[in-house]
Nanobody, 117 residues
Framework: VQLQASGGGLVQAGGSLRLSCAASGRTFSSYDMGWLRQTPGKEREFVAAISKGGGTTDYADSVKGRFTVSRDNAKNTAYLQMNTLKPEDTAVYYC???????????WGQGTQVTVSS
């Protein structure tokens, strides 16, 4: 499985971005998906997750109510809609997939999100 994250960029505080994670192969719907982020000097942290069929989602407390994770299995793509962005959301965002929720076997290359104050 190969994952390609995109959609990052520079946005002002209060703005929105939508990240996409395109997966290769025909088994996308067999994998749970996650979004994680990392800033320099800090460990990678969980942001959001979505189950294989999309029926279960989970979010870090810091993004609840602002971010929405979704997926389109027909398009082999997962999404992270980020609204009301804050400067502390600035990070490299990674998508990941795995057979179990929160356990990731495959990682995308990361996309930079920068939120200016």
């Amino acid at each position: 499985v190969q994952l390609q994250a995109s959609g990052g960029g520079l946005v002002q505080a209060g703005g929105s971005l939508r990240l996409s994670c395109a997966a290769s192969g025909r088994t996308f719907s067999s994998y749970d998906m996650g979004w994680l982020r990392q800033t320099p000097g800090k460990e990678r942290e969980f942001v959001a997750a979505i189950s294989k069929g999309g029926g279960t989602t989970d979010y870090a407390d810091s993004v609840k109510g602002r971010f929405t994770v979704s997926r389109d299995n027909a398009k082999n793509t997962a999404y992270l809609q980020m609204n009301t962005l804050k400067p502390e959301d600035t990070a490299v965002y990674y998508c990941a997939s795995g057979r179990r929720l929160y356990e990731y076997d495959y990682w995308g290359q990361g996309t930079q999100v920068t939120v200016s104050s």
